[in-house]
């Protein structure tokens, strides 16, 4: 079963710089929310990567498995700062890919596929 990690403000600090480095100690990526898409939409990852989605629309938002096997629950969009920056991140959830398979699908229960239908994303994950 797939284990889901609640990103706190550091472990989102810690998740987007891992995203930009090739240290052995991050093993994770992470997937944007933002403007009613995911972005990447696909992912394939190896057995034992964290998945990150960070909000950073406007709206709030779900990332919820076809399945129902998995939910972050409401993601909170960013707020206040204006364009100087400052206010609050948005909301984040992180899922421990622990066995193979897929492809993955996933959606935002708030905006969903048959209203927004290029709202949704896959990831498969290989040994």
Do not use: E
Not at 100 to 109: L, N
């Amino acid at each position: 079963m797939w284990r889901a990690r609640f990103a706190t403000t550091l472990g989102l600090a810690t998740a987007l710089a891992c995203k930009s480095t090739t240290s052995p100690a991050c093993s994770g990526t992470g997937v944007t929310l933002r403007d009613f898409s995911f972005s990447p939409a696909s992912l394939t990852i190896k057995v034992g990567t964290t998945v990150t989605w960070i909000n950073a629309g406007p709206s709030a938002h779900t990332v919820t498995a076809d399945s129902g096997q998995w939910d972050s629950g409401t993601l909170a969009a960013p707020s206040g700062g204006g364009a100087y920056g400052g206010g609050t991140g948005g909301g984040s959830f992180s899922m421990l890919f622990d066995h193979a398979g897929g492809p993955i699908g996933y959606h935002c229960k708030l905006h969903p596929p048959p209203t927004y239908p290029t709202f949704t994303g896959t990831i498969t994950v290989t040994p």
